[in-house]
């Protein structure tokens, strides 16, 4: 039987042709869009007024954190009470009672901004210098956390001069110091315009000229409090060109819940994370990011687990219920404004990836080894399935004997699945 002769109808010079008409979009997908670069993700972010910090202050809070788990019988009997009682919960206890031990914040913010309020220029200029001179002190006796920096104050007409300021005598200071924190994050609050962010670059530019910086080495984050970056009076969303206007330089969108929502005209009983008007700004600021490498964070809730037995109770449930409901939409970093929330932070994070790990990891697995299965997964689907279950490593929820027993591949190897490198 002989087979038939198929004969392709263009030629190569028309193949061109399509390869012309698309260079422009070619190359703006790959500037706009590059995906993942697989920098950690923090999964939590915890701001403190900036005269408050301390070079301990992060054991302080882990210690704090563990006391007050105690008082409620220990983290295995919150983690009941909470609703996360489902897998092996003395596993999770001790997996949480490890990172409260060894690394309580992952990302900490010395608050210049609502959290510190408006004082005289000499004194915010005094509290700048002991934040440099405790930040430098924090990082020589590695008890800083992995990621460290400053909030500012807004880039609106009447703090822009004292937010430039700030930003000014602390970066100076640490590099007259010696050099930067590897993991410095600078944040840029209240943000209503693009112009505004455009302005930032430049300022970060300009700092960088001044002290012989590598360009690019200062980013900054930009936090969503307001209603006029999430549609403009245009019609469009100006957060989307927030992500593009500053190339290289944008590293986070941070939702801002009580700015946001009060912005909203939401009464303050009903200002929270999982309010209608944050789930439209969250899912606006998620397209915004998706396939440009920057990370998306949400918001924080002002109901502390203090005070009485019962209020802690409902304040850890809530806070526990917010957590996992941010992870499950695909938002994997969260705010904590206290060290009692550092409970359910980890509880709640943690019980996410080990609930989902077994179903993953053998997924991956037959996907990687061509196994037959009743589900199949296509490339993209591994992707998010490597994707979830490096994140659970980074932190700390699942460990690398989990991985090579559960899905048969080590730690590096899944990496390069999540970042689109094909197992070799």
């Known amino acids: 039987m002989s087979s038939t002769s198929i004969n392709v109808t263009l030629c190569p010079a028309e193949y061109q042709t399509v390869d012309s008409a698309l260079a422009t979009w070619d190359a703006t ?20 007024s900036a005269d408050r910090f301390t070079p301990g202050l992060a054991a302080e809070w882990g210690t704090a954190a563990m006391s007050a788990a105690e008082v409620a019988g220990g983290l295995a009997a919150v983690a009941r009470e909470v ?20 690394e309580p914040i992952e990302d900490l913010r010395l608050d210049f901004e609502d959290g510190y309020g408006n004082r005289d220029d000499e004194i915010e200029d005094a509290d700048v210098a ?7 002190e924090a990082q020589t006796a590695r008890t800083a956390p992995p990621f460290i920096g ?64 590598p360009s690019g080495r200062l980013r900054f ?29 944008v590293s986070a969108l941070h939702y801002g819940t009580y700015d ?36 998306l964070s949400d918001g924080s809730t002002n109901i502390l687990p203090i005070g009485d037995a019962e209020h802690v109770a409902s304040a850890w449930r809530l806070h526990a219920r ?30 996410f990836y080990r609930d989902g790990f077994d179903s993953a990891a053998t997924r991956l697995r037959n996907y990687v080894q061509r196994i037959d299965s009743a589900i199949m997964d ?25 991985v090579l027993r559960s899905a048969d591949l080590d730690v590096q190897t899944v990496r390069d699945i999540a970042l689109n490198r094909p197992p070799t």
């Open 83 to 102: 609703g996360l009682g489902d897998g092996d919960v003395e596993m999770l206890a001790e997996l949480v009672a490890r990172k409260l031990s060894t």
């Open 130 to 136: 002991r934040a440099v001179e405790r930040v430098v």
């Open 221 to 249: 984050e930009v936090q969503v409090e307001t209603p006029q970056l999430i549609l403009g009076p245009d019609g469009f969303a100006p957060v989307a060109r927030v992500v593009h206007a500053a190339p290289g330089r």
């Open 322 to 351: 917010l957590v996992r409901r941010h992870l499950e939409r695909g938002i994997y970093q969260g705010w904590d404004l206290h060290p009692a929330q550092l409970v359910t932070r980890y509880l709640a994070t943690y019980a």
């Open 150 to 213: 400053i909030r500012f104050k807004c880039f609106e007409a009447p703090t822009r001069a004292r937010g430039l300021r700030t930003l000014d005598l602390f970066v100076s200071g640490l590099l007259a110091a010696g050099e930067l924190p590897a993991g410095l994050v600078l944040t840029l609050p209240k943000v209503t315009s693009v112009a505004q962010v455009e302005a930032m670059a430049d300022v970060v530019g300009r700092l960088e000229s001044a002290h012989g910086l």
């Open 378 to 402: 296509e490339p993209a689907t591994a992707k998010a399935l490597a994707s979830f279950i490096h994140r659970g490593v980074v932190c700390g929820a699942l460990t690398a004997a989990d």
């Open 29 to 48: 997908l790959a500037k706009n869009y590059p995906g993942d670069d697989g920098r950690r993700q923090p999964v939590q972010t915890t701001y403190v």
């Open 260 to 295: 946001y929502s009060a912005s909203m005209g939401i009464a303050a009983a009903y200002q929270s994370m999982d309010h209608p008007v944050a789930d439209h700004a969250k899912n606006v600021m998620q397209l915004a990011v998706a396939g440009t490498g920057v990370h």
